[in-house]
């Protein structure tokens, strides 16, 4: 299998790549980064990958521009060095929340990226729990938003579901959260969230019965931690009962973040390692790894089979 495709990892999430390239039972294909003083960059793959499949697996999480423009500037290597197809395996996409205006003259950056994606030569996209499915629409070309619900949910399956129910934070999570709900066999609860701005948010509503019930946040992001705090505040004022679990497919996980959960009163953040985790000897963090789901992806895409059970 390894002669007919090159799978490149870009410098975002290096444990991830060798655990994907360990499940393919390949090697990862060899190539170099190199920054330079002024903070551009450059790539250079050290092996040809002319007439060749190729992917490259790059989250673009914090920070977000850099990864970006790696991305970008690995798919032009590969588009001038002739490869046959580029796919980009971006397992956290960056700017997938700016996918509207929030008002007149602002820009839809997740659309920006999906033209810089294209325009650098990348004909099909591979991601995970894509912030909202209609920014699939930005691309011309295929895209693969695969799920990490299942694989999150097996984590879960020692989570006391007696009394329990999840919880949307937002309107925009509740196809997810009842996906959580459906597979633990709960009910759903859902927040209503105004955002003030990047770090501050304010819940207005609840829908949904909480009281003396374990509560399990779910949400595909969380970055500042402030969407979780000021859910958690909710659902303490309404007497849910005190184990608070989270669980989000995307762990950033932004400075910060850690301490604000902490004082939230959550006992336990599951999260995956579509990006790579910055907090380390945290007892209340738990990482699952993705590789296995995206390893299926890519085996199924080089047999020209269906991925529709990964969605
Ligand atoms: C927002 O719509 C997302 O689904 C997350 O709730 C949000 O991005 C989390 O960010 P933070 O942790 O900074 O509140």
Redesign the pocket.
């Known amino acids: 299998m390894a002669g007919t495709f090159a799978l490149f990892a870009g410098t975002a999430n290096a444990a991830l790549a060798a655990a994907v390239a360990r499940d393919l039972a390949v090697g990862l294909s060899d190539c170099a980064v190199e920054r330079f003083p002024d903070g551009e960059l450059t790539v250079r793959l050290l092996e040809p990958v002319r007439g060749k499949e190729v992917f490259l697996l790059q989250p673009t999480g914090p920070p977000v521009n850099d990864h970006l423009i790696e991305l970008l500037a690995f798919a032009d290597a590969c588009r001038r060095a002739a490869a046959a197809r580029i796919t980009a395996v971006v397992p956290y996409f960056g700017y997938a929340?700016a996918d509207r205006r929030g008002g007149r003259r602002e820009p839809i950056t997740a659309s920006l990226v999906a033209d810089l994606l294209q325009a650098a030569g990348v004909q099909h996209v591979v991601t995970v729990d894509l912030?909202t499915p209609q920014a699939e629409g930005f691309f011309h070309c295929p895209v693969d938003s695969l799920t990490a619900v299942s694989t999150l949910c097996a984590a879960l399956r020692d989570w006391p579901a007696r009394d329990a129910v999840v919880v949307a934070?937002?309107a925009?999570?509740v196809p997810m959260a009842t996906r959580y709900a459906q597979r633990l066999g709960t009910d759903l609860a859902v927040l209503h969230k105004r955002r003030l701005s990047g770090t501050e948010?304010v819940v207005t509503h609840l829908v949904g019965d909480v009281r003396d019930r374990r509560c399990l946040l779910v949400?595909?992001?969380?970055?500042?931690?402030?969407?979780?705090a000021t859910s958690a505040a909710t659902l303490r004022e309404a007497r849910a009962r005190p184990e608070l679990v989270v669980v989000a497919t995307h762990g950033l996980l932004l400075p910060g973040a850690r301490d604000r959960l902490g004082r939230a009163g959550v006992q336990e953040v599951v999260v995956t390692d579509t990006v790579a985790v910055p907090e380390r000897d945290w007892p209340a963090l738990r990482v699952v790894s993705v590789a296995p789901l995206l390893a299926a992806a890519l085996r199924r895409f080089l047999a020209d089979e269906s991925l529709s059970d990964l969605y």
């Not at 949400?219 to 979780?228: E, F, H, L, S, Y």
């Open positions: 929340r912030h934070p937002d925009g999570r948010t949400d595909d992001i969380v970055a500042t931690g402030g969407t979780i």
